[in-house]
């Protein structure tokens, strides 16, 4: 499956925007999705999981409460709803998918056998 973001942007603190990872050459449905951001000089980091299931999300403690994670099967694709957005949030979101995810290894980069490019989210304050 190949994976591609967008969405991204400059947005002042306390903005909203809504990230979309479309997927083609297979039925995104069928994979586990999350959403990583890296910002300059860090490690990569978990966002948010949806399980394929439909049914199951999990956050990031700092996200938890601002951004929802949500999938339209019939767009073939995930999305990633940040609201109150802060200073930061400034990072590149990247989307991952997974056919094998399991809840011990959803945080972990290395758990993702198919990644998206990345779209830059910059909060100014």
């Known amino acids: 499956v190949q994976l591609q973001a967008s969405g991204g942007g400059l947005v002042q603190a306390g903005d909203s925007l809504r990230l979309s990872c479309a997927a083609s050459?297979?039925?995104?449905?069928?994979?586990?999705v999350s959403w990583f951001r890296q910002a300059p000089g860090e490690e990569r980091m978990f966002v948010a999981a949806?399980?394929?299931?439909?049914?199951?999300?999990y956050y990031g403690d700092s996200v938890k409460g601002r951004f929802t994670i949500s999938r339209d099967n019939a767009k073939n694709t995930v999305y990633l709803q940040m609201n109150n957005l802060r200073p930061e949030d400034t990072a590149v979101y990247y989307c991952a998918a997974d056919s094998s995810l399991i809840l011990s290894t959803l945080t972990s980069h290395t758990a993702y056998a198919y990644w998206g490019q990345g779209t830059l989210v910059t909060v100014s304050s």
């Open positions: 050459g297979r039925t995104l449905s069928r994979y586990s």
């Open positions: 949806l399980f394929r299931s439909g049914h199951n999300t």
